[in-house]
């Protein structure tokens, strides 16, 4: 079936703008996780949604990051007012059911988000 | 806090040689750990898992993981490198949290000359 999908793939914006990053998780998982990777790091984690709800977004960096996932499915996380800081790669997965363990997450090929 | 490290930023190594991909964790509980892999321009791949059954791990693609409590090391190895290994490796430290969140290590990339 298919996997995670993310869009769009590239996003330019201006400092100063906001921005919409969409995921589309695997059919039926319930957990969704977004994570930013900037250049020559490894993933940092931001939010993590068990169905609709956000249980852990311990992880956004302020509160010009917002994510949401109105249905369950589809999630997308917007960043207001953008900095250079920001550009990076944004990352969504999923996985089954989330929770501790050794459930696999299931990761996108990424939004690669610069700002100029 | 749950950490993992990696010792090495950029491995090299030739074709059909081993592979030794080094990291350490820190974890205050049995931890689940991970290895993943990152092709250019392609999504994070799972290659292996370890969550407190079998010490040694082995996963896609040949490569395998020996997870050591004394040590606090979770190494990755191949035993013949292929030019198709060439990619990022990510050490991963799954939280001690009922989230599952992952905690990612620096990376290692892996150079495969011929």
């Known amino acids: 079936g298919a996997g995670v999908s993310q869009t769009p793939s590239n996003k330019v914006t201006e400092k100063g703008k906001y921005v919409e990053l969409r995921c589309d998780p695997i059919s039926g998982h319930t957990a969704l996780y977004w994570y930013r990777q900037s250049l020559g790091q490894g993933p940092e984690f931001l939010i993590y949604f068990q169905g609709t709800g956000a249980a852990d977004d311990s992880g956004l960096p302020n509160d010009r990051f917002f994510a949401v996932r109105p249905e369950g499915s589809v999630s997308t996380l917007k960043i207001q007012r953008t900095e250079r800081g920001d550009s990076a790669v944004y990352l969504c997965?999923?996985?089954?059911?989330?929770?501790?363990?050794?459930?696999?997450?299931?990761f996108g090929p990424g939004t690669r988000l610069t700002v100029l | 806090a749950q950490s993992v490290t990696q010792l090495d930023s950029h491995v090299s190594v030739s074709e059909g040689t081993p592979v030794l991909l080094r990291c350490n964790y820190s974890s205050s509980y049995s931890p689940s750990l991970f290895w993943y892999v990152q092709h250019p321009n392609k999504g994070l791949q799972l290659l292996l898992k370890y969550t407190s059954a079998a010490t040694l791990v082995k996963g896609i693609n040949g490569f395998e993981a020996e997870f050591k409590k004394s040590e606090t090391s979770f190494h990755l190895t191949k035993p013949s490198a292929h030019m198709s290994d060439a990619a990022e490796y990510f050490c991963?430290?799954?939280?001690?949290?009922?989230?599952?969140?992952?905690?990612f290590g620096q990376g290692t990339t892996l150079q495969v000359k011929p």
């Open positions: 997965a999923s996985s089954l059911t989330g929770g501790q363990g050794d459930n696999e997450q299931f």
């Open positions: 991963v430290v799954s939280a001690y949290s009922n989230t599952g969140k992952l905690i």
